[in-house]
């Protein structure tokens, strides 16, 4: 139990676009969606949170006109980037907070997108 | 705020030999804590996770850590080393499983057959 994907594994687009990257929980439902960004050989770090039927919270530092997160489902958490540029290219994470039967709330990570801004 | 503190970069050990790679963290209130593996280009699995309780508690792929609150610490170990385990290990503290998580800079194991 508890698998978490992500759809595309990875993408490359020219500068400009956006790009959309989905997080879905497949066994479980998800309330609370994180979204983290990983440059290589590095640490993870927070994005946002994204919450079912509301709007997502943003750490500091991250524009929200740029990365768009909509949370339309117990299951579903979408991230777009916004007008790409090659900094934003990166290793972007999901994870879902579940609880499974008999556990407790507990973070389930997705495999990964890896996006490249050409 | 919170912050976790992974002390090592890297570690090289020799198949077959026991393994510790050392956590601390920093946190106002009771901490929940975690270690994650991550392989190359793959997203995050959980190996083990503290809530409360026996402060010793046992993971997936033979690991095991042990929560010292008067040290602030959360050490991963392995008595046994496999070829297989060389990846990237994450610590995270949080308010819960449910909340943010604040991850250290992580530590790779390299492993020498």
């Known amino acids: 139990g508890a698998v978490v994907s992500q759809h595309p594994s990875w993408v490359i687009c020219k500068s400009g676009t956006s790009v959309k990257i989905e997080c879905r929980s497949l066994?479980?439902?998800?309330?609370?969606m994180f979204w983290y960004r990983q440059f290589p050989k590095q640490s993870l770090m927070l994005m946002a949170t994204?919450?079912?039927?509301?709007?997502?919270?943003?750490e500091q530092g991250v524009e929200k006109d740029k990365f768009l997160i909509n949370h339309a489902s117990l299951t579903l958490s979408t991230l777009t980037v916004t007008s790409a540029h090659p900094e934003d290219s990166s290793f972007y994470i999901c994870s879902a907070s579940g609880k499974l039967a008999g556990g407790s709330d507990t973070q389930y990570f997705g495999p990964g997108t890896r996006l490249t801004v050409l | 705020a919170q912050s976790v503190t992974q002390p090592d970069i890297h570690i090289t050990v020799s198949e077959g030999a026991s393994l510790e790679l050392r956590c601390n963290y920093s946190y106002g209130a009771t901490p929940y804590l975690f270690w994650y593996v991550q392989s190359p280009g793959q997203g995050l699995q959980l190996l083990l996770k503290y809530f409360s309780g026996d402060t010793l508690v046992q993971g997936i792929k033979g690991f095991e850590a042990e929560f010292k609150r008067s040290q602030s610490s959360f050490n991963l170990r392995k008595p046994s080393v496999h070829w297989s385990d060389a990846a990237e290990y994450f610590c995270a503290v949080g308010a819960g499983g449910g909340n943010k998580l604040t991850f250290g800079t992580g530590t790779q194991l390299k492993v020498e057959l």
């Open positions: 066994d479980f439902q998800a309330t609370t």
């Open positions: 994204s919450n079912e039927g509301s709007k997502a919270t943003y």
